[in-house]
Structures are given as C-alpha cells and as structure tokens.
C-alpha cells in the first residue's frame, strides 16, 4: 500500500535555531516527492520538488535531500524564524493508480521567540 | 497572475443537506483536482479532472462528486451531508494533469471551511 510517513508530528523550536523534518515513503514507481508548506487557514505551498535522480535541492532557507534507496527525504530548515510556523507536509507521486499523489500528515513546527 | 480561487471559504450546513463549492483555477490551467483535509487525516485525494473529463477518483463514497466545464472552473457537489463531512476542502489546479510530469506542478487554493452540524 502507497503510504507516506512524516516525523516528529509536531515539534517547538526556538527562533533562530535549524531543525530537520522526516519524511519516509513506500509509494512505487517513484515519480517525484515534494514538501508543502501550510499556513493555519490557508491552502499548502510548494517549497521544492526532487524527482528520482535529485538528492538535494534549496529554496531559501529550506533545504530537501532525497533518498531514492532507502526511500527517506528530510526538510532541513535553517536559522528559523516564527513565520516559519506552520504544518509541513511531504508528498509523493506514484504516476498510477487512483492516486497519483500520496499525502503525509504532516509535522507541526512552531518557532518561538 | 490571480491565484486559485474557491468560494465561498466558509459554510455552515445541517446534516441531510447538500452542498456545492466552486474553484477557479490559475488561467491557463486546465487540471483541477479536489482535496479533503482532516486533522485525523491529513489531505485526501477526492478527484481530478483535466478537459472537462474525471481522470482519478479517490476513495470516497458517490455522495461525492464534481464536474469540470468548458473554461476550467470546477465544482464539487456533497450530497446528504453527514457530520463527519466537516473539513476543509481544498482545490488545487495545474497546467496539465500532475501525472503527466513537467507542467504538473499544483498550486492550491485557499480552502472552504465546511462545518456540517
């Protein structure tokens, strides 16, 4: 079954500090995964998107590595700051089936001053 | 240019009613798939469509359903509401259909907030 994981489920951190999110995968073929980020009471927004042969890409502050092997992406994110509060959420693509794309629940992060 | 737009952003409805919710995609896409999200659940694929044509559907009951017309905007439609319906439900929109590779990239809009009492 296509099922996507994601680690801690929510997690504080205080302003200014880096922080790695998990993202873990069994959705097969591969085609692409991609980290949304979501404010309280708004739609998700694409932060990046790694197809198979990627291992590491950088919006910003934001930074995803992808493991294709062992099926494992993290979102590393530096020097944080509060508006970077919000649920991030890890998808990936399966290019078949019903659902062609496969959604986490996403992790929480609150920044705090 | 305008973003993905979904009216009207919140509703309240009563158990047994129906309900029908709109979204306009980004002009120029012509793929729209729809989303319910859940705090238990996350986000869950309902259906896409491209070309007035459902491409995908996902795991819920026909109470569910949607159209697509001929200049992209897009409705779903919820039929006998039932408490556990209280989400939010996204709309998301494409240049092409997500499965189709480069030019699948979604841009999401910003929900409508259904509470069925």
């Known amino acids: 079954k296509n099922q996507v994981e994601q680690s801690p489920q929510s997690l504080i951190i205080l302003e200014g500090k880096n922080c790695t999110l998990q993202?873990?995968?069994?959705?097969?073929?591969?085609?692409?995964l991609r980290w949304y980020k979501q404010d309280t009471g708004r739609g998700p927004v694409s932060l990046t998107i790694?197809?198979?042969?990627?291992n590491t890409k950088s919006n910003g502050r934001y930074t995803a590595t992808l493991d294709a092997d062992t099926k494992q992406s993290s979102l590393h994110i530096t020097a944080s700051q509060l508006s970077d509060s919000a649920s991030y959420i890890c998808?990936?693509?399966?290019?078949?089936?019903?659902?062609?794309?496969?959604f986490g629940k996403g992790t929480r992060l609150s920044v705090i001053a | 240019k305008a973003g993905v737009t979904q009216t009207p952003r919140y509703l309240i409805k009563t158990r047994g009613q129906q309900v029908t919710l709109s979204c306009s995609p980004i002009?120029?896409?012509?793929?729209v798939s729809w989303y319910q999200q859940t705090p238990g659940q996350g986000l869950q694929f309902l259906f896409e469509?491209?070309?007035?044509?459902?491409?995908n559907k996902g795991n819920f009951p026909g109470r569910f359903s949607g159209r697509q017309f001929s200049n992209s905007r897009s409705e779903m439609n919820v039929s006998t509401l039932e408490l556990g319906d209280s989400a939010l439900y996204l709309c998301?929109?494409?240049?092409?259909?997500?499965?189709?590779?480069?030019?699948?990239?979604?841009?999401f809009g910003p929900g409508t907030r259904l509470t069925v009492t």
């Open positions: 002009s120029g896409h012509r793929s």
């Open positions: 469509y491209f070309s007035e044509t459902q491409r």
């Open positions: 993202c873990n995968y069994t959705v097969s073929p591969f085609s692409n």
């Open positions: 998808v990936v693509s399966a290019m078949t089936g019903n659902t062609p794309l496969v």
């Open positions: 998301a929109s494409s240049r092409v259909p997500e499965a189709q590779g480069p030019g699948g990239e979604q841009y």
């Open positions: 790694m197809t198979f042969s990627e």
